[in-house]
């Protein structure tokens, strides 16, 4: 069992950057992976971003290409989601989570929401 605390969600204008960290503590997979999801309202979840920690490997959705920066930090145990020119689209709470890699998202944060305000 992994817990997972985030922080760094707020209220930015349009344009504007967020960068969220989960830090995770308790035991984890020898192989896992760490990733954040989004949540808005009336939609469904879906997946932002995502990163291997063994080799780093990163993983985004189309829409945040090129704006959104995931990495790792292995001596503090926490991955960081770099969010810049941020849009109101962007506007959802942001979960991150882990899991074994090649399996399914074994636990969760309870969430930060982000707004981008226009």
């Known amino acids: 069992q992994v817990q997972l605390v985030e922080s760094g969600g707020g209220l930015v204008q349009t344009g504007g950057s967020l960068r969220l960290s989960c830090a995770a503590s308790?035991?984890?997979?020898?192989?896992?992976?760490m990733g954040w999801f989004r949540q808005a309202p009336g939609k469904e979840r879906e997946s932002v971003s995502a990163?291997?920690?063994?080799?780093?490997?990163?993983y985004y959705t189309d829409s945040v290409k090129g704006r959104f920066t995931i990495s790792r930090d292995s001596t503090k145990n926490t991955v960081y989601l770099q969010m810049n020119s941020l849009k109101p689209g962007d506007t959802a709470v942001y979960y991150c989570?882990?899991?074994?890699?090649?399996?399914?998202?074994?636990?969760w944060g309870q969430g930060t929401q982000v707004t981008v305000s226009s």
């Open positions: 989570a882990t899991g074994p890699e090649g399996g399914i998202w074994s636990d």
């Open positions: 308790g035991r984890t997979f020898s192989n896992y992976v």
């Open positions: 990163i291997t920690w063994s080799g780093g490997t990163t």
